[in-house]
């Protein structure tokens, strides 16, 4: 039996079973979760560095705003309060939309 050890979404334990496959799950502790969360985190990301189609993008990008709003729930703040964070960061320092590549600053 291959060994997984990784969180998975809440219905794939439901997918196997159909396939008639057995498997074994736990439910994570608090801190195992916030763990297990953010190394999800940085494997969507990787994927989504290297997805090559717009699809791909969509589908990545899909991925790390589902462990967003996990996160969020951990941290008992709402994607509301992330947004306006987004915003107020964006009207007092500016977003990413100029392709602005900081070179260097004199000292």
Request: charged share 40%; no cysteine.
């Amino acid at each position: 039996m291959p060994i997984h050890n990784k969180l998975v979404r809440d219905k794939i334990p439901q997918i196997i079973e159909l396939t008639g496959k057995k498997y074994t799950t736990r439910t994570l502790s608090k801190e195992e979760y916030t763990f297990e969360l953010k190394k999800k985190l940085n494997e969507e990301i990787t994927e989504y560095q290297n997805a090559s189609s717009d699809d791909e993008v969509i589908e990545e990008l899909a991925d790390i705003l589902e462990i967003m709003h996990s996160l969020t729930k951990i941290h008992g703040v709402s994607m509301e309060d992330v947004e306006e964070k987004r915003i107020k960061k964006a009207t007092e320092r500016g977003s990413f939309n100029d392709k602005i590549f900081l070179e260097s600053v004199e000292d």
